[in-house]
């Protein structure tokens, strides 16, 4: 007898741990109050020094709210395009997301994301330039808001850089000025000085637009040809069989966040990136991370854009809209969050704010308002909204990029590769 | 999943009873208890491969209705898509790998634990017990750690990160394969005891040395068995997708060397939205995995040696 009771018990333990597991799971998908709270799912990509700044600030917002509450999560940039993609391909998109200028369009065409302008008496969007509030329209209708602008930077650790002998870049430059500083740091130090921009389609994007070209045009074909593609390609390959930029072994292994860049892993001194995810590198290099405008084209054609950048949308078969616009009100235009937040995501677009908190910036958020002082007003305008296909593309453009890195294509091939590959893309 | 759930209630007695109660009646109740079966394969498996049928003929994005264009997504997975083509290779160089390794691996324990006289069935659980953690993501990630650089491999043989070398990449994922050999192991150790002890007593009377015994009488009396087993495992790493994704942190590098056929498939439909051309994809791995074993049936009737036959 007693050994039937220890089994009848260790039965009902398993039964009872099978059950949580699977309440576990269902959990996720409900958006239904646990304990009579709104329960809300919000979802964006980033690095560990925006995940505790904006638990801190969803901190104050249940407290201002004590009926909702908020269940965040967070990954790298490539991890959470795909994550949801497959969560919005199965009628499960998180109730309020972070979104990229990539996947407006491609989501507010699908009708996944909720037409924002019904919840027009709880978001407020006056304090937003009018302009920037456009990119996240899509015909007359408002699917996301963007939380700031970025613009692309030369992110370098100054310490090291300094070490070499090397003069530091001063203001403006040219990509061959950039080759030639990137060379002589590779031959002080001996190793590889910069993360290989050949697989960036960012990076290739603003090469491009130093050349007076652009990566679509305006009907959202192809702005460039297999000949543009296989210049850069040429260009970056040639600074990699040199040992100027990373080995294809490193270079590989780029997925979106900073620590898996060449200098987040202490294997190289510079890196090119957008500016508000840089200051994750600040706890893995030290305080000598430095910002420096993108190379331009050999003429001084600037390549580099302020880019409408991290938009937040709500899904259209949300629960609760009106409580997701809440969140999305509080963390654009409540003073308490936007100090918190400071500049994780770029300034805050609410001017006001935005003039309110720049005086008390301090670390790198003032580095960044700084970057953004010194490029501010010597930009050109930047190109409309990427058509839908680009998403996926810019995935091409990063394995294609591989084919020339592990020397299994020539950069000609590989750009007609790419070429082929993209015209299928936005065809359909 | 479901479906494999068979109720196990016992049969009605009635059956037993032996007399008129018409065939008919005991098939009724055969339906009756194929019924959770039949729905769930209609339901959850039939029903699906008509919709992706039709899906392989159309534009699907998942978000807007499917538009028909006919033959266009198999014409261009043949003609206009090199990454389709590279997946392909990926994938039949991880079958031709992957297989024959664990096929070889696996009968070479079985045959170990055969010849134990104590503790059998304690190896067994413990050689099975990779295959049960082996199809988890975390075991697959673990792997990546192991062989990424700076892990452990690389540490402890400075080999580098093999899962960053084209060449070593697909190794490294069909290594975390080969060693899931339980489920193979099992089934060749059920088969070599079965094998009846005289004619190796015989063998080893008439003086055949162990690898005569085992090259005329083991081999022989277990090709059914090795024949099982290689259907199955082929089919199954036609279809490998977990290892691949978590080895190579979901892109199928470096440089597309473990893009694997399911791999890309996943790409397309989720990542890139292309449902439709998703569909067709898993429909031409369906023909091939289905004339890949056509053929292995055909050969075996030249291999394979069933002792019944023996009989006749």
Redesign the interface.
Known sequence: MPGNRTRRSCVTAVVLALCAVLSGCSGGTESGGSGGKVVLRYTWWGNPDRAARTEEAIGLFEKKYPGIEVQSSFSGYDTYKQKLATQAAGGDAPDVMQLDYRMIDQYASGGVLYDLGRQKSVLRTDQIDAGLLATGALDGRQYAVPQGRGTETVVYDAEQWKATGVPLPSGAWTWSEWADAMRALAEKTGAPAATDPGQSEDAFEVWLRGQGKDLYTKDGELGFSADDLTRWWTFTDRLRRDGVVSPAEQTTQLDGTVENTPLGRGKAIVDINWDAPASGFVSLVGEGVTLAPMPSGEDGTPGQYFKPSMFMGIAANTGHPEEAARLIDFMLNDPGAARVLGATRSMPVNETLREEIAPDLKDFDKVINDYHATVEGKLNDPPQAPPSGDSALQTTFQRDYDQVSYERMSPREAAENYITEAKAELRS | MTTTEVPTAAPPKRVAVPGRPARRRREGAAWVFLSPWVLGACVLTLLPMAVSLYLSFT?Y????PPSWVGLRNYT?MFT????YWRSVVATLTYVVIAVPLQLALALAVALALKSMRRGRAFYRSAFYAPSLLGASMSIALVWRAIFN?GGTVDNLFGT??WV???GWALFAVALLTVWQFGAPMVIFLAGLLQIPGELYEAAAVDGASRWRQFAHITIPMLSPVLFFNLVLQTIQAFQVFTPAFAVS????????STLFYTLYLY?RG??????GYASAMAWVLLIVIGAVTAVLFRTSRSWVFYASEGDR
């Open positions: 534009d994005d998942l978000f807007n261009q206009e898509d090199p990454r650089d580098g990160g960053n070398k084209p942190a979901g892109k199928g590098g470096p440089a597309d790409d989720f990542v890139a939205s292309h449902m």
